[in-house]
């Protein structure tokens, strides 16, 4: 189970609206987590 924002958050990322620094604020705002960052993103947190 993801958290409430993690689709809003890959889509964003998705359609390049977002970078990866914007997915990294969001782990830190609480919003994802940092298994999700690195599932949206490929990267490691």
């Known amino acids: 189970m993801h958290s409430d ?4 958050v890959k889509r964003f990322y998705t359609l390049k ?3 990866e620094t914007r997915v990294r604020n969001a ?3 609480g ?3 940092e298994e999700e ?3 949206i993103t490929g ?3």
């Open 37 to 39: 960052f690195t599932e």
């Open 43 to 45: 990267n490691d947190y």
């Open 27 to 29: 782990v830190k705002m």
């Open 17 to 19: 609206v977002w970078n």
């Open 5 to 8: 924002n993690f689709e809003k």
């Open 31 to 33: 919003w994802i987590t």
